[in-house]
């Protein structure tokens, strides 16, 4: 099976810079996404990391160490509409094929102003 | 505009009852996944498909069915074997050899 730790909720002010760690357990990895969802509304891709390293789009970067089983969300030049949850999901394969995701419980953002 | 549509956004039915969620998606993905969500925690696989007329059972695939007559359409049924039916449901479509998922705006259903 598989199972994934990420704080339950982070705070910060706008224009700071936070980073939403997330550990994982997973038998089979093809790579580590995230997620953001607003109260209410559907999650939406934010980034996916298949190799260590660092990945960057835009004010997001996400990290990746397939040794330690480890990854990190990085939000820079925090706004206050990035207020929301956000989740970690192992990609991994499927019993009958082809893969699926399995998500963390996910850390809610709070920016304060 | 491609994307995802479910309706409706907001279902209550009586306890005992079956209800059917409707997911449909004009993006031309061949698989198309189920997702529960309880309040503050995350999503949880019940049903998957890769192609037209083939299905397989998630993590938590008691007490649902689904079908995938069409490429478009995924529907799923909440039966009343479900012992906890009262959730936010998702729809979710990928290319297959894509790593990012596309979800529907969601179904609350509340089962009274």
């Known amino acids: 099976g598989q199972s994934l730790e990420q704080p339950s909720e982070v705070t910060a002010v706008e224009g700071a810079i936070v980073q939403i760690n997330c550990t994982y357990q997973?038998?089979?990895?093809?790579?580590l996404s995230w997620y953001q969802q607003h109260d209410g509304g559907a999650p939406t891709f934010l980034s996916y990391n298949a190799l260590d390293g660092l990945e960057e789009t835009g004010r997001f970067s996400s990290f990746l160490s397939r040794s330690d089983s480890y990854g990190y969300l990085l939000l820079q030049e925090l706004q206050m509409k990035d207020s929301a949850s956000y989740f970690c999901?192992?990609?991994?394969?499927?019993?009958?094929?082809?893969?699926?995701?399995?998500f963390g419980t996910g850390t809610q953002l709070k920016v304060e102003l | 505009d491609g994307g995802i549509t479910q309706s409706p956004k907001y279902l209550f039915r009586k306890e005992g009852q079956n209800v059917t969620l409707s997911c449909e998606q004009n993006?031309?993905?061949?698989?198309m996944y189920w997702y529960r969500q309880d309040p503050g925690q995350g999503l949880r696989l019940i049903y998957y498909s890769q192609i037209v007329n083939d299905f397989q059972k998630g993590d938590i695939a008691e007490g649902y069915s689904v079908s995938r007559e069409k490429k478009e359409s995924f529907p799923l049924t909440v039966t009343s074997a479900q012992k906890n039916p009262t959730a936010f449901y998702l729809c979710?479509?990928?290319?297959?050899?894509?790593?990012?998922?596309?979800f529907g705006p969601g179904t609350r259903l509340t089962v009274l």
């Open positions: 979710a479509s990928t290319k297959i050899d894509s790593n990012e998922q596309f």
């Open positions: 999901a192992v990609r991994v394969p499927f019993t009958g094929g082809g893969n699926k995701l399995t």
């Open positions: 993006l031309n993905h061949d698989a």
């Open positions: 997973t038998s089979g990895f093809y790579g």
